[in-house]
């Protein structure tokens, strides 16, 4: 049981680009973290923990990529005599990202129903359901990953239950968004339809990138793969999370919270005069 990863000799360039794009990827979930730790005064105490969640999320992802980068660089040795990186004695695996998105999914949902404003039982029953719905669709897809180098039917029957679990969490927050979006204050709710659009397309490329077996099993297969990882990590954590923190900012200011206030320039910054 091993990811296509661990199968395939690489070229200088292409060893270098996957360990390039992880450190990108540990790199920019860091710098995000102070983004939202520096923010989160600005928001109102009753969307604040939508940008606390996005806290969260960028350390737990930030974490599981530095150790992702570390193994890449474990699981290849350099051979000076092809000028390849050939497989060592570790092994390479997807495995841990799956068991990362335990963790981060149910943070990134919660913090949007956050700044839905859906609150109470209502909110409680939300996340319950979206949260096992997530559950369900990565553990189906963890066990399908665990056969991609040995049973592509395995891959296709556990990947199309995963896609099941998959469209109906989509199905729900679709619908709550598109709900909620009248009753928003016109500076958030464009933001809001943005956000769907983001989950839309960055949500499928992790499909993408687990079908990669299929499509381009080799070494090139493996660059794609990775980008198509980094590409996702990033718009569906960091970018997401910049955009959550910014309707709570519009929100907080729509209610009156002061310091979101001068943020946007609603008020005036103490010590002008008003003329
Ligand atoms: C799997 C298996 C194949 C079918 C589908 C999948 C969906 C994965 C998704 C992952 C999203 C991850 C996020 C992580 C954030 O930290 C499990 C690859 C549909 C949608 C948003």
Redesign the pocket.
């Known amino acids: 049981m091993t990811n296509i990863e661990s199968l395939y000799t690489y070229s200088t360039s292409q060893y270098e680009a996957v360990d390039h794009l992880l450190s990108m990827g540990v790199g920019a979930h860091f710098a995000a973290l102070i983004f939202f730790i520096l923010l989160s005064r600005f928001i109102a105490p009753r969307y604040r923990t939508a940008t606390a969640l996005s806290c969260i999320?960028m350390v737990s992802?930030g974490t599981i990529l530095y150790g992702q980068s570390g193994l890449w660089e474990n699981a290849f040795t350099f051979d000076q005599t092809t000028g390849l990186y050939t497989p060592a004695d570790a092994t390479f695996s997807n495995g841990y990202r799956?068991v990362n998105?335990m963790v981060?999914?149910p943070c990134?949902l919660t913090q949007l129903l956050i700044v839905l404003d859906i609150r109470g039982n209502q909110l409680f029953r939300d996340a319950g359901v979206l949260i096992l719905l997530a559950w369900g669709?990565?553990v189906t897809?963890y066990v399908?990953q665990l056969y991609e180098t040995t049973d592509l039917m395995q891959l296709t029957i556990w990947?199309a239950i995963?896609?099941v679990f998959?469209v109906a969490m989509n199905w729900i927050v679709g619908t709550r968004i598109f709900r909620t979006l009248p009753l928003m204050p016109p500076t958030a709710s464009g933001a809001m339809r943005k956000v769907f659009w983001l989950m839309m397309f960055a949500?499928t490329l992790?499909?993408l990138a687990?079908a990669v077996p299929y499509f381009a099993p080799s070494a090139g297969g493996v660059v794609i793969r990775q980008a198509l990882f980094t590409v996702a990590d990033v718009s569906?954590?960091a970018v997401y999370g910049i955009m959550i923190t910014y309707i709570a900012l519009q929100r907080s200011a729509a209610e009156g919270f002061e310091p979101a206030m001068q943020v946007n320039s609603l008020s005036p910054q103490k010590g002008t005069v008003a003329s």
Request: hydrophobic share 45%.
């Open positions: 999320v992802a799956y998105w981060t999914i990134l669709m990565i897809g399908g990947g995963s896609t998959f949500w992790y499909p687990y569906s954590k």
